[in-house]
């Protein structure tokens, strides 16, 4: 397997440091108030060489030592007692965030693939309960160079068990893991280059990925990085690899140790939230153990917001030497505030970053304020209504406990009950339609399609937004940011849409362009929108509820342009979304990770197929007038090409 278009420096491999790039960046899952990334040396090669990578003897020496932090038990001692809560657990997304690598971890193919770019080869093998990439230049070296020694590295951690695999590999500074330059894709099984999983412009230049900086923050519990700025090296510890449960509970040892005492200690008051006067410590030790359901909603909210936000820290936490102070249970805004858009003048620190970083808020949030990419959650939870009558948190719809552990919805919250259990006027189904103007138990009379669209993006597509808003087209006009209603209603061009709200809800209907009164708004945002609105649009393309409502037929020529996008992510959603509707369209040997201008355009491939499956099903019902001329191929294609011109072409990151 050979995976292409790769951006390398042009250094020799072992002596870049751009061999591996940020998963996130400084400010993925948080800013750093004058704290930069510690600049150790994150390079493969440069750092590990044949002697040090070949005959490592202790390789537990290159992983994050787990255990033996102050107050912390690990989640085996919380078995003993709670067996289900471990086993729902254990089975959960949260526990393999980070996992060390092994047979029973990996899920990625390392039976002898050979993965090239740009001169490099990498050899990935396995060894038993061992996983080995061997790197060596993969065409001999320019006569003024000197070719360097192939290596071996032993691959330390993996990150990810549900959408991708992400790998790391130790450097020899203390226990740094860095990152492995490609990506195990679960749902196509396949490797990828990294850089083509997110969101970012073409050829854009990525800073090193550091496991010990970076996510270590969320994806272990209570990790201590133990940065050492003088020798450049780590010496990272964590509770547990993943997140655990004294993530959410907090250190246990107390509890542990109460839990084992007389009956008499066992009576005292255990779920104890913490004196808003006092911060806890290291050891928290001031309580015995939180409870999230047992604390108040705006400290139980917090306790998912200190990694499911963008917040900000200030150097004074010394947060890479070590560690945060937050425990749950604590104020998250006495240490780490969540950022806030739309309060920037309570948040004087944040002014002068923007000052040096004016975009810096379009790889977070539409121009609202309201966040748009994935993991930052909270920071759509506090800006709700629901959020500011005190008594609405995350576990309102969510349990880790009780649910499945795709989307952790809890029992009775995959449907209308998580909003009637406090609307409770909704709960009878003529209310519902009435409000709704859809019928009873159809996709447009579920909340949560109105008022929590899908319009996040992450992990290679939409998701639901957790600010809890109604569908304006004035907001879409304003932001880019598609309404609830169009990305159900496909087919459909916003004064379609407009007409509807002012009729039912009595919305003003806003001053509209011709082509948002005649073409269909997701066509139209597919062909004309910036590479964010692009993928959440390629995504709902390929959405079930959406193709009951507007059909399929015409989609995929709508997906065959966007096969051909600038952004990989872009190409990689819309392949999905094609290959859902039929996997006979797509021309073979079509890979998303190489550029358009690299290969030939698949376009007229898919278009010749699809006109074949539309002429053998008799399938001729395009809804045609919004549809820019599907009836009419030639029209079609001129339309196309007219809207494709008018492409919002500006540089988009989102930083996930």
Same mark, same amino acid.
């Given at each position: ?22 998963l ?7 800013? %750093? ?6 600049k =150790?040396? =994150?390079?493969?090669? @440069?750092?590990?060489?044949?002697s ?6 202790? !390789?537990?020496a ?34 393999? #965030?980070? $996992? ?10 390392? /039976?002898?693939?050979?993965l090239? +770019? ?19 230049? @993969? ?24 959408? #991708? ?5 130790? +450097? ?21 280059p ?48 993943g ?24 009576k ?26 047992k604390?108040?909603?705006?400290? %139980? ?7 499911? %936000? ?31 858009p ?11 970053v923007?000052?040096?970083?004016p ?7 539409w121009?609202?304020? #309201? ?15 629901c ?5 609405? =948190?995350?576990?309102?719809? /969510? ?16 449907d ?8 409770? +006027?909704?709960r ?8 709704t103007h !859809?019928?009873?138990?159809s ?8 008022? #929590?669209?899908?319009t ?8 639901? =937004? !957790? $600010?809890?808003?109604g ?14 209603? +169009?990305l159900?209603h ?19 209907i ?14 139209? *945002? ?7 609105q ?17 059909g ?8 065959? $342009?966007? *096969? ?18 039929s ?11 190489t ?8 376009q007229?491939v898919?278009?010749d ?21 599907l ?10 090409q ?6 919002d ?6 930083r996930?």
């Amino acid at each position: 397997m050979s995976v292409r278009r790769l951006s390398f420096s042009s250094l020799p491999f072992f002596a870049s440091p751009r061999l591996l790039w940020c998963l996130v960046s400084v400010l993925a899952l948080g800013c %750093s108030r004058n704290e930069p990334e510690p600049k =150790s040396e =994150s390079k493969l090669g @440069a750092s590990v060489t044949k002697s040090n990578a070949v005959e490592v003897s202790d !390789h537990e020496a290159t992983l994050p030592h787990v255990g033996g932090l102050a107050g912390y038990v690990g989640s085996k001692d919380c078995r003993a007692c709670h067996e289900d809560q471990f086993a729902s657990w254990h089975r959960s997304y949260h526990r393999t #965030m980070t $996992q060390i690598a092994g047979a029973d971890s990996v899920q990625a193919d390392f /039976h002898n693939v050979t993965l090239t +770019n740009d001169g490099t080869r990498f050899v990935l093998t396995q060894k038993g309960n061992e996983f080995w990439v061997h790197l060596e230049r @993969a065409a001999p070296a320019p006569p003024d160079e000197t070719a360097p020694e192939p290596v071996d590295v032993r691959v330390g951690l993996v990150t990810g068990s549900h959408h #991708m695999q992400v790998f790391w590999i130790g +450097n020899g500074m203390g226990n740094c893991q860095i990152g492995f330059p490609f990506t195990w894709l679960i749902p196509e099984r396949r490797w990828v280059p990294r850089n083509s999983t997110f969101l970012r412009p073409p050829g854009v230049e990525l800073r090193p990925e550091t496991w010990n900086f970076v996510c270590a923050r969320c994806h272990a519990t209570a990790t201590q990085p133990n940065y050492d700025r003088t020798t450049k090296t780590w010496n990272t510890q964590v509770d547990e690899l993943g997140i655990a449960c004294e993530a959410c509970h907090g250190p246990g040892e107390r509890h542990a140790a109460q839990q084992r005492g007389s009956s008499r200690q066992r009576k005292e008051a255990d779920f104890r939230e913490p004196k808003p006067s006092r911060l806890l410590t290291s050891a928290a030790t001031n309580y015995f153990i939180v409870h999230p359901e047992k604390i108040s909603p705006v400290r %139980s909210a917090q306790v998912c917001g200190f990694c499911h %936000s963008m917040k900000w820290f200030d150097s004074s936490e010394g947060w890479p030497e070590r560690g945060f102070s937050f425990r749950p249970g604590d104020d998250l805004e006495a240490t780490t505030p969540i950022i806030r858009p739309k309060e920037i003048d309570r948040q004087p620190w944040l002014k002068k970053v923007l000052e040096k970083s004016p975009e810096l808020f379009a790889d977070f949030f539409w121009s609202d304020g #309201m966040v748009r990419v994935s993991g930052r959650d909270y920071n759509g939870l506090i800006e709700s209504p629901c959020y500011r009558g005190g008594q609405f =948190s995350c576990l309102s719809c /969510h349990s880790l406990h009780s649910s499945e552990p795709d989307g952790q919805l809890a029992r009775n919250r995959a449907d209308n009950r998580a909003c009637t259990q406090c609307h409770e +006027n909704f709960r009878e189904e003529p209310r519902v339609v009435a409000h709704t103007h !859809h019928r009873a138990g159809s996709t447009g009379s579920e909340c949560y399609n109105c008022h #929590m669209p899908r319009t996040t993006y992450g992990v290679l597509k939409a998701i639901r =937004s !957790h $600010q809890i808003s109604g569908p304006r087209i004035t907001e879409e006009l304003a932001t880019g940011r598609p309404n609830a209603c +169009n990305l159900c209603h496909l087919d459909k061009p916003l004064a379609w849409t407009a007409d509807q709200l002012a009729r039912w809800y009595r919305q003003p209907i806003p001053k509209l362009t011709e082509d948002q009164t005649k073409v269909a708004d997701a066509v139209r *945002l597919a062909l004309t929108g910036d590479a964010g609105q692009r993928a959440i649009i390629a995504w709902h393309l390929g959405w079930e509820p959406a193709w009951q409502v507007s059909g399929q037929s015409w989609i995929p020529p709508v997906l065959a $342009q966007l *096969l051909d996008d600038p952004y990989a992510a872009v190409r990689c959603v819309a392949e999905r979304s094609l290959k859902h509707i039929s996997a006979n369209l797509l021309p073979a040997g079509y890979d998303y990770t190489t550029a358009p201008d690299s290969r030939p355009s698949v376009q007229a491939v898919i278009l010749d197929r699809w006109r074949q499956e539309i002429a053998k099903a008799g399938a001729q019902n395009f809804p045609a007038p919004s549809l820019v001329r599907l009836n009419d191929p030639t029209s079609q294609q001129e339309e196309f090409q007219r809207l494709l011109r008018q492409r919002d072409d500006r540089p988009v990151r989102l930083r996930e």
